[in-house]
């Protein structure tokens, strides 16, 4: 009984820290989701066109690029605590400067600093939620972060809404000011909850403190693997030091298949079209035939409810169904939904107007099954696939895919729509040309044919399988699909 009462406590203090670590996820889809309402009111404040809108859009893009690059090794250094620390503290400072921006250049630089910060939470997070949660619920936990990204993309949305003022208010040209300062309050959160948190166990165990260690996972783990787990790591460090382990090992022969699952599973994530739909569902409602702006956004804002209701459900999922069961289900899913879109913008003028609800449920269909799966699982396999020794390396690589494939998906749809639009069947809004996705949809969904392939033979179960055991597999040479056998 007491035993089972100390297996609750710790469970449930995992959970908190999980929850407090995953608010970097929240500030990540907040800061991502953010720009979107805030866009038509700074460029009227700033008297700038198009081209600069893409500038500051970008900046954050490419500060998330550099975030996830140079941030791994460090996290290998000085530890995951503190780089989610500083990472709090940039997503402080990049608010408050994007808020109180005075000229377009400001706000350049404000948003790339601030993408700095996504790009270091978006690998350091899921990467410290995984190490210090215990093996069985491991996937649950990391899961969290996908969650928190969710609800803040959702919650950006509801804040733009809240702060957005209609034509000739007094307030029309610093209203986007505010958008950006709630920013400030989850990030604040963040950093006073992390700093009473402890340092990961695998971490601390890899700088020669495994009182230290011990002290951790009697908290968080199971007490009946405490020592069983520290054995496996000391056993895996005394395996690097031996073989003379050094960063540039992620990139040797026997680490080939988890680099490739990890930069897999990315490009799966990405090219799928997931930000076409999360950064332009307003234009896509508006070219299945919705009335005005307004209306595109209530649907919009639909999505994200849509997406935080079944990221929720994956928190159930993920470690009963399992890793490959999931990313089977969901990317089915998607490919049915992509085509089923395609069809539906392909037959728009035979449809008429039951063209718009028919978007409308698909695209629900769509976040749906990426929700349940793409979504959490591309941070959870690359904070799993790595050995200790270069786990902080390779999620970095893995994150930095995330956001170098986001931003190739982001910068060439509109292009693709334009580029696959058969004569004839472009769509015409208040006189602009906006061409017609359904080439574009056809696309998306025929890479994820291919990825349904790749996933078969690349994508591992490692339910219930400890971190230590998948690296002991890459030594031997195991194949993916048979990790866990």
């Not at 936990?141 to 000739?168: E, H, N």
């Not at 968080?220 to 000391?234: A, G, R």
């Not at 997931?274 to 299945?288: A, E, R, V």
Request: hydrophobic letters at 50%; a neutral charge; glycine letters at 10%.
């Amino acid at each position: 009984m007491t035993e089972n009462k100390k297996s609750t406590q710790n469970k449930s203090l995992v959970f908190i820290i999980a929850a407090i670590a995953a608010t970097g996820g929240l500030l990540f889809g907040f800061d991502t989701g953010v720009i979107s309402g805030a866009i038509p009111f700074f460029q009227e404040a700033f008297g700038i066109d198009d081209s600069w809108v893409e500038i500051i859009t970008t900046a954050g893009l490419v500060g998330a690029v550099l975030g996830a690059m140079f941030s791994g090794r460090i996290a290998d250094i000085v530890g995951r605590k503190k780089v989610i620390l500083t990472a709090a503290i940039i997503f402080i400072i990049g608010a408050l400067w994007s808020g109180a921006a005075p000229s377009p250049l400001m706000l350049v630089f404000a948003r790339l600093f601030l993408g700095v910060a996504i790009g270091v939470s978006s690998f350091a997070v899921p990467l410290y939620i995984a190490e210090i949660s215990p093996t069985k619920s491991r996937g649950q936990m990391v899961s969290m972060f996908q969650l928190l990204i969710t609800i803040g993309i959702m919650v950006s949305y509801l804040s733009d809404s809240a702060f957005a003022v209609p034509d000739g208010h007094p307030d029309y040209n610093s209203c986007w000011r505010p958008m950006f300062y709630v920013g400030v309050i989850p990030a604040i959160i963040m950093f006073i909850g992390m700093a009473f948190l402890p340092e990961t166990p695998r971490w601390l165990i890899s700088k020669g403190h495994e009182d230290k260690c011990r002290e951790v996972l009697q908290k968080v783990e199971d007490p009946e693997l405490v020592e069983e787990v520290i054995s496996k790591m000391k056993a895996d460090i005394e395996a690097d030091k031996t073989n003379k382990v050094k960063w540039n090992e992620v990139f040797k022969k026997w680490l080939r298949v988890p680099l490739i699952i990890a930069v897999g599973i990315m490009f799966v994530q990405q090219f799928t079209g997931i930000n076409t739909i999360i950064y332009y569902s307003p234009k896509i409602f508006l070219m299945s035939g919705f009335a005005d702006a307004q209306a595109a956004v209530w649907a919009s804002v639909s999505v994200g409810v849509v997406n935080v209701a079944f990221t929720i459900l994956s928190l159930f999922m993920i470690d009963k169904l399992g890793r490959r069961k999931l990313y089977f289900i969901g990317v089915t899913g998607i490919v049915i939904a992509l085509l089923a879109m395609g069809t539906c913008f392909a037959l728009q003028a035979t449809l008429g107007d039951s063209i718009k609800w028919l978007t409308i449920s698909l695209i629900w269909f769509y976040i749906a099954c990426f929700a349940i799966s793409l979504g959490p699982l591309g941070w959870l396999i690359i904070s799993e696939v790595f050995p200790l020794s270069v786990r902080g390396i390779g999620s970095s690589i893995g994150a930095l895919s995330n956001w170098l494939f986001n931003g190739l998906v982001a910068f060439t749809f509109f292009k693709l729509v334009k580029g696959l639009t058969l004569p004839g069947t472009s769509i015409i809004l208040k006189g602009e040309d906006l061409g017609n996705p359904a080439g574009a949809f056809f696309l998306y969904a025929l890479v994820g044919i291919v990825s349904i392939i790749w996933g078969y033979f690349y994508i591992p179960e490692t339910k219930n399988v400890t971190l230590e055991k998948i690296e002991e597999h890459w030594r031997n040479g195991t194949s993916p699909k048979d990790i866990n056998k």
